[in-house]
């Protein structure tokens, strides 16, 4: 058996960043799962992120 088919052979474990759908379907299919709540900086405006960056 090569290493890609090794792979899919194992026990799925999950770590869902951000969309929470993913997270509750894949529990729902009870695989092991952990869902981090995760935006974007400044909500994804660049400009506004530059700015934060500055203040570290």
Known sequence: MNKVNELF???LKVVNLGVK???EDLK???KQVVHVE?????????RLAD??????
């Open 9 to 11: 052979a194992k026990e």
């Open 21 to 23: 759908s993913f997270y």
């Open 28 to 30: 729902a299919q009870q």
């Open 38 to 46: 995760w935006k974007p900086v400044a909500g994804g405006n660049q």
């Open 51 to 56: 700015m934060l960056k500055l203040l570290q």
